[in-house]
């Protein structure tokens, strides 16, 4: 049974970076065929895809966030990491963390962090 933890701060200040970490067990961010996403969901709306990291490290982000985000990997933990800079409260949201299955979708989530950006 793979299992995904979100990780970070709950409450981050304008202007600065949001970070937070997704854990894995149960399964290899390497396998083949699998991509780890973050995926959002603001208040009362419904949820943004915004980015991924394959089994081998290549990155796909949301053309709407390229600019501010980044995902990075470690393997020797098995986590993957979402950086995303220069937060406003509009990036106040749940944060989940996700597996995909190339041309299948998400199949595995984590609960879900909340960052509230607030000065």
């Known amino acids: 049974q793979v299992q995904l933890q979100e990780s970070g701060p709950g409450m981050v200040k304008p202007s600065q970076t949001l970070s937070l970490t997704c854990t894995v067990s149960g399964g290899s961010i390497t396998t083949d065929m699998y991509y780890w996403g973050w995926i959002r969901q603001p208040p009362g709306k419904g949820l943004e895809w915004m980015g991924a990291?394959?089994?081998?490290?290549?990155?796909y982000y949301s053309p709407a966030l390229k600019s501010r985000t980044s995902i990075s990997r470690d393997t020797s933990k098995n986590q993957f990491t979402l950086q995303l800079s220069s937060v406003t409260p509009e990036d106040t949201a749940v944060y989940y963390c996700a597996r995909e299955v190339v041309a299948r979708g998400m199949d595995y989530w984590g609960r879900g962090a909340l960052v509230t950006v607030s000065s």
């Open positions: 990291i394959t089994y081998s490290g290549s990155t």
